[in-house]
């Protein structure tokens, strides 16, 4: 179940929202989907599911965001959200240190679970608190480029580069579904099965590395 | 750390995917953790003697239930009449079928499928599983021909006969997938619209699931049951979990709150009662939109998965659904993958699965608890809604209780009612003392004011009878004053003409 299915010229793409509490992830994905910033006729019941229909280059994208519960004591849990996601936005708070160390323990995480066929995105939000500024903005870059995601500022208050981090995301996202389902035509069962076998390889090293941020 | 996933999807850990032997090979949870060399191995011998342990038992249930049927037949007709003409039919196909099922049952046993019960399931003899149908297959066999009617003849033909192929496939070998839906569309199906496939594949789902759900509903070849009591016993030893604990952010003394939670574990309790997948999907999205709608009064924004999850673990710990685990284990195996991992009830399903995860690992850390509380809590020595000491006053223990503080607010309610309306009846009272006290003194004022009217007015006033009985005493004053007034009045002014 390599995700991104294209019927014809649509793709879903199942996204995974990952990050601290009360980085904003929240506000990021609800600013993007009803442009709504903490507002009283905010029509969404819930924010932890939404979905957004996309056209990027013609192909027509049915993107579902899965927010994921922030708390520690949820840390675990991950690999049962984010398996077969085609995609993660990876939120910290540029005013929080802390959450940008959370942010790489979820990067090393994910590129152990998932490989290289996961598309990640960091995004440091707030950037309307930048006097309070924590994380270097060259430190953040150097990293996300070191684990090959993209590094995005987002402002879900002031509306600032939201729409840029779900852009790229998707577009990125589609590239690999299209190298994918263009490899899958010999033989479709390989990619997956390969798959497997990068989690085997790695998974000791994951049970060592987030031994050490849950202490 | 990463959660041993509940589902045996894709990503398992590390240990599992390799075989337990230590051959270097991977093994397979299918075959009980072992590569397929060494579960050949292992399990040859031992599910020769299963085999025939099972035919016997086969048999001697088969007669049992020969004998059952036979008196059950010969003391009510109506047990006997149920099985409708499309089930006879279905046993005649059996029947047909049986050989052809044999030599399928070869093919499968090289290749290793662990279903012990498929042997028995084989047995040419013991057809009373297939035969005797529940009011549920019945009823969904009635739905699914109702259905093919609407569709075109040839494809219907051709589904009727892959579902019936299908069933008799599957109710041999359990953990066999669900039959792929792909020759679908390029076979009868070419130039069908995607919605009627799709509807055609719900409604093959519904009517194939139905009719095979007792088999491929917590089969014996997995230990499903054995997980489902060991959630159910874990649940119940949690049962002194608070709502604060998990950091559920729902205001508990809120009746509509109150009222919104019960209807969600109303829902997930009911999701064991249906039998398709989708139908338990639905039954999980209907708590989900509950709990946020729990979620939205409580705190008046759209709830993130940061305190939608809490309240999900809240309200299983409370509900304790019965078989869990087998029928999340039924929905990962049979749902439609695509529905399981992109739509939304596929998000809540991954929700739930998450918070049986996270019950099952729970501890005091994640509790925000320490090791001694969680201890003496988990063995029942001590109870968080009930302090080491006495109670200090009444109130702290109502409010451990939350079945009975809605009941102790709604009694201090009844008392100030109570006495608002004792209040009530007393200003009741004296509103009524002084109406009199008000009725006289207004009489009185209107005879005095009358005394001094002519008597005309006190004519046309005569309703009084206070007045009238005044007037009655004196007769004559009144008239008497009359005259004189008129004798004081100046004369009347004489008409005069103009010009002199």
Known sequence: ?215 | MAAKPVRKGIHVDHSELLCKKGCGYYGNPAWHGYCSKCWREEYSKARHRQIKEDRELAERLQKEEEAAYASSSSSSTTTTSRPIAFSKFEEKKTQEKARKVNTVKKFFTTSKTPSKRSMLLCCPNNFTMVRQHSVESSQAAGEFQEFLKLLRKPAAQDILKRCRACIEGIAVFILLPMFSFQPFNNFAFAGSLPEQVEKTMDNVEKYIMTRLYKHVFCPESTEDEKKDLAIQKRIRALHWVTPQMLGVPINESSPQVIDMVEKAITDIIEMDSKRVPQDKLACITRCSKHIFNALRVSQNEPASADDFLPTLIHVVIRANPPRLQSNLQYITRFCHPNRLMTGEAGYYFTNLCCAVAFIEKLDAQSLSLTEEEFDRYMSGNASPRRPTQEPSSLVDELSACPVLAPLHTNLLDLQELEKQQCQLESNAADLDRALVAWDGSVAQEVANVARKLPPKVQASISSFPLLLAEVAASPSGPLDSEVEDSITLPPPLLPQPAGS
Not at chain 1, 139 to 161: C, I, N, P
Not at chain 1, 177 to 183: I, K, M, P
Not at chain 1, 192 to 207: F, L, N, Y
């Open chain 1, 1 to 215: 179940m390599a995700g991104g299915q294209g019927t014809g010229r649509s793709f879903s793409f199942k996204v995974v929202l990952l990050g601290e509490g009360c980085v904003g992830k929240t506000s990021v994905v609800l600013r993007y989907c009803e442009n709504k910033f903490n507002e009283r006729h905010i029509t969404t019941l819930q924010a932890s599911f939404l979905t957004k229909k996309l056209n990027i280059g013609g192909k027509r994208v049915n993107l579902a965001i899965w927010d994921t519960a922030g708390q520690e004591r949820f840390h675990a849990l991950g690999p049962i959200y984010y398996r077969d996601s085609n995609g993660a936005i990876l939120v910290y708070d540029i005013t929080d240190e802390d959450s940008f160390q959370k942010v790489k323990n979820w990067v090393k995480e994910l590129r152990k679970m998932l490989g290289n066929e996961i598309c990640l995105c960091i995004v440091g939000n707030k950037t309307d608190l930048e006097a309070d500024r924590h994380v270097s903005v060259q430190e953040a870059e150097e990293y996300a480029e070191s684990v090959g995601a993209q590094h995005f500022h987002t402002s879900a208050k002031l509306d600032r580069g939201i729409e840029e981090v779900f852009l790229d995301l998707c577009k990125r996202m589609l590239e690999v579904a299209q190298v994918e389902s263009s490899r899958a035509d010999g033989t479709s069962r390989h990619g997956t099965a390969r798959r497997g076998v990068q989690i085997v390889d790695d998974e000791p090293q994951g049970q060592g590395g987030s031994g050490g941020c849950c202490s």
